[in-house]
């Protein structure tokens, strides 16, 4: 069975530093890995994925996220912050459906709320 | 414009009423999806069809039916069996591809509340 931990539930970092979002996963396969972003009322954007290519996956917004299969890891990262990147983020990760070849399922993290102070 | 459209963005429902959420894409994707999001929570699959004419129940499926007649189309119906609806609704759609790595688009989302 698969599963998404995100590790903290609030994230506040100041304009212009680092950010970092971090997510363990657990899977039988060979899954893929992605982050989305929610911001308030509004549907969820793909920010990047991982499907076993590069392990250094960039992303739109200046964002990227690092598979580390040894350490189970898919943490987000962004080198400044900027007051819009304020939101809902939430790493999934896909592993096949036994029964239904070809399609995937996702398994949702409970998402990480970044606030960015000015 | 291509994309995935859900209406209402806000629906109320009383109590014993059975009420119904659409979702439309028109980006020729044979899958589609419904979450349930709950504040603190990660989303929950509701019900899923990777086909017209065919659907599968998720993990959270009691209380809630599903259609799909129509390739761009996938409405959800919360029944009165469904006690506690209130939440945000999400439908997302991805291309079926056999052994490919599917990315699953989302929709605005439907807020319901109950009165």
């Known amino acids: 069975a698969q599963s998404v931990t995100q590790l903290d539930s609030h994230v506040s970092v100041s304009e212009g530093t680092p950010v970092l979002l971090r997510c363990n996963y657990s899977?039988?396969?060979?899954?893929?890995l992605f982050w989305y972003v929610q911001h308030p009322n509004k549907g969820l954007q793909l920010l990047l994925k991982?499907?076993?290519?590069?392990?250094l996956v960039k992303g739109i917004n200046g964002f990227e996220a690092e598979f580390k299969k040894s350490e189970t890891s898919f943490h987000l990262t962004k080198p400044s912050a900027h007051m819009s990147d304020a939101a809902e983020y939430f790493c999934?990760?896909?592993?096949?459906?036994?029964?239904?070849?070809?399609?995937?399922?996702?398994?949702f993290g409970t998402g990480t709320r970044l606030t960015i102070i000015p | 414009d291509g994309g995935i459209t859900q209406s209402p963005k806000y629906l109320f429902r009383k109590e014993g009423q059975n009420v119904t959420l659409s979702c439309e894409q028109n980006?020729?994707?044979?899958?589609m999806y419904w979450y349930r999001q709950d504040p603190g929570q990660g989303l929950r699959l509701i019900y899923y069809?990777?086909?017209?004419?065919?659907?599968q129940k998720g993990d959270i499926a009691e209380g809630y039916s599903v259609s799909r007649e129509k390739k761009e189309s996938f409405p959800l119906t919360v029944t009165s069996a469904q006690k506690n609806p209130t939440a945000f609704y999400l439908c997302?759609?991805?291309?079926?591809?056999?052994?490919?790595?599917?990315?699953?688009?989302f929709g605005p989302g439907t807020r319901l509340l109950v009165l």
């Open positions: 980006l020729n994707h044979d899958a």
């Open positions: 997302a759609s991805s291309i079926r591809a056999r052994g490919l790595k599917e990315t699953q688009y």
């Open positions: 899977s039988s396969y060979s899954p893929s």
């Open positions: 069809s990777q086909i017209v004419n065919d659907f």
């Open positions: 991982y499907t076993s290519a590069a392990t």
């Open positions: 999934v990760v896909s592993d096949p459906i036994p029964s239904n070849f070809g399609n995937e399922k996702l398994t």
